[in-house]
């Protein structure tokens, strides 16, 4: 009983200690080094086209492998035309009987035109002449677009590459029967170069703008800029891909290549402080300020936090000194004493 009264007296505090200030820890407000990590994907041509037949019909020639050089106009694959070039024949037939019969209808007319200046018959009779003559003209001429229709469509029956490049997908063989629009290759277009990688969901909603690249096996670097982010995340992966366009003479790199991005980011934009010193009270993050023995309340935005520090926009004055331990128990203007 004695030894216990004696500890509990020891533990009061006098009425001096109870007046002095808080006892906190502080932390010097420091410039963050900057962040560097890296991803790895592929290099792609800046524009890919998929290309298709405008005709449906089955496949009778494939004429390139995946991975071939093509040049504009080349001819990738070809249909059966056996019946467009019947088409062909037939509406070639019907140009040929529409032009005998608006000949025809011409030289009625010119035979009623005469008679009619000689009043043997009635202005009536020349005007269904001519009637007649522009009716057979304007039949000629829906037999001639036709014509030109089914030439167009015996055209189409040869597919022909867009423009230089190379064919990095084949989607059809021969034999096959295709739709109209149905993509049978792609062609990567000559002209720059890209890298395509896959943002995690950490990173998508401050993705970074820049990067530096290499290419396995190439000692140059590149410097990258994000030019289009996915509008949505891979249903399976749950990863954003991005696309990163690629500074410099570029056309040269093999495609599919293995590309690495490294980004540094907070160089010079980021201060560091403990994770112990924020402080969140429901409107949002801030720090302590310690400025003469007194505490400010100072909002701050947080980039990242990791499990000893936090990492702000540059925002506090340099060499400032923040609490780092506990923050919970202050009040704006609070007189405080700094721990050594």
């Known amino acids: 009983m004695f030894v216990g009264g004696l500890w509990g007296c020891s533990q009061e505090t006098t009425p001096r200690e109870r007046e002095l200030p808080p006892l906190v820890r ?9 962040l560097v990590w890296s991803l790895s994907g592929t290099i792609r041509a800046r524009h890919e086209t998929p290309v298709a037949f405008r005709i449906g019909g089955q496949i009778r020639q494939r004429l390139v492998q995946a991975g071939d050089r093509v040049t504009a106009g080349q001819v990738l694959f070809r249909l ?3 019946d467009v070039r019947q088409a062909v024949v ?37 005007e269904l002449a001519l009637t007649a003559a522009t009716a057979a003209r304007e039949r000629l001429r829906a037999a001639e677009a ?37 993509t049978v290759a792609v062609v990567a277009l000559d002209g720059p170069r890209e890298a395509e990688v896959f943002l995690p969901e950490t990173r998508h909603a401050d993705p970074p703008s820049e990067a530096l690249a290499s290419v396995w096996g190439d000692p140059r670097e590149w410097r990258a800029s994000l030019r289009e982010l996915a509008g949505s995340a891979d249903p399976l992966a749950r990863t954003w891909r991005a696309r990163f366009a690629l500074e410099g003479d570029t056309a040269t790199l093999p495609l599919g290549a293995t590309v690495r991005l490294v980004f540094r980011e907070g160089a010079g934009a980021l201060q560091r402080v403990p994770a112990s010193a924020i402080f969140e009270n429901g409107d949002g993050t801030h720090v302590w300020l310690v400025r003469n023995q007194q505490v400010e309340l100072v909002p701050v935005r947080v980039r990242r936090i990791d499990e000893e520090y936090a ?28 721990a050594p």
Do not use: M, W
């Open 311 to 338: 990492f702000l926009e540059a925002s506090l004055p340099e060499e400032s000194v923040v609490v780092a331990l506990g923050v919970h128990l202050l009040q704006p203007a609070q007189a405080v004493r700094v």
């Open 90 to 126: 037939a509406s070639e037939a019907q140009v040929a009987a529409a032009r005998a019969e608006a000949d025809h209808a011409e030289r009625e007319r010119s035979r009623a035109a005469a008679l009619q200046e000689q009043q043997i018959v009635s202005e009536q009779a020349y």
């Open 80 to 82: 059966d035309d056996h």
């Open 146 to 182: 036709q014509r030109a229709q089914a030439q167009n469509l015996l055209a189409y029956t040869n597919l022909e590459a867009p423009s230089d490049g190379v064919v990095t997908e084949v989607h059809a063989e021969p034999g096959q029967v295709v739709a109209p629009g149905q």
């Open 26 to 34: 502080v932390a010097k407000v420091q410039p963050a080094e900057p």
